[in-house]
């Protein structure tokens, strides 16, 4: 029984490489389950539905794959930054947990890529979003930078999020392709990249808000 559960354990990590791999090249609908089934190196071209069902299923194994060593990472952090009154603290736990992940991953990885990917189809996106909503730490976070800035309304806060969510994903895939493909980078190490990302997210939250004086609202 030992013996097959580990087969079954690393088929489906075989899997779950080969499909974040492949959606991270090419999108995660450009890609069927016989070409992730054989890039795992599996004779069964059913190999996938059979271990994770859906696309939408694996999709979500592979978000749940990185989500542990991600929070790990939060948690670390939002312990040396906790009862901050400074928004940046705030937002390099969100920064640095990603990319400190991705640091610790050595290269090439792929989850910045998979992740980006993810994020422009609107049913997959909704994937990633309700796992990370699981996230205690995540969520300590976000409210200790909402403390930061209690005068920002409502809408501004959903606008400001969806900026600062975009960026920092799609910033960190482009730095994960130019690292796979052996291009330059702006900044040498990942650390460094974070440090220019907590800078330009830190001030998109923190940036003015500007009002249309005729219609009460932003404008």
């Not at 992940?101 to 909704?126: C, E, S």
Request: contains cysteine; glycine residues 6%.
């Amino acid at each position: 029984m030992a013996a097959r559960t580990a087969r079954v354990n690393a088929t489906r990590e075989q899997i779950l490489s080969a499909a974040e791999r492949l959606f991270a090249e090419h999108g995660v609908y450009a890609v069927s389950n016989r070409q992730v089934s054989e890039a795992a190196g599996q004779g069964n071209n059913a190999a996938v539905g059979y271990h994770f069902g859906t696309k939408a299923d694996l999709v979500r194994a592979i978000v749940r794959k990185h989500a542990d060593q991600v929070e790990r990472q939060r948690r670390r952090l939002l312990a040396e930054v906790e009862g901050s009154a400074e928004p940046r603290d705030w937002v390099g736990c969100l920064v640095r947990s990603l990319t400190g992940h991705l640091a610790a991953l050595g290269t090439p990885t792929w989850y910045a890529r998979f992740a980006a990917q993810v994020m422009t189809d609107p049913a997959l996106r909704k994937i990633m979003r309700d796992e990370a909503l699981t996230s205690p730490a995540l969520m300590r976070v976000l409210e200790g930078l909402r403390r930061c800035l209690p005068e920002l309304p409502a809408d501004v806060r959903a606008e400001r999020d969806e900026m600062a969510s975009q960026l920092l994903v799609h910033m960190c895939a482009q730095r994960e392709r130019a690292l796979a493909e052996n291009l330059p980078t702006p900044r040498s190490t990942w650390h460094d990249a974070a440090t220019g990302l907590i800078d330009a997210i830190t001030a998109i939250w923190t940036a003015p808000v500007t009002r249309d004086v005729k219609e009460g609202r932003t404008s």
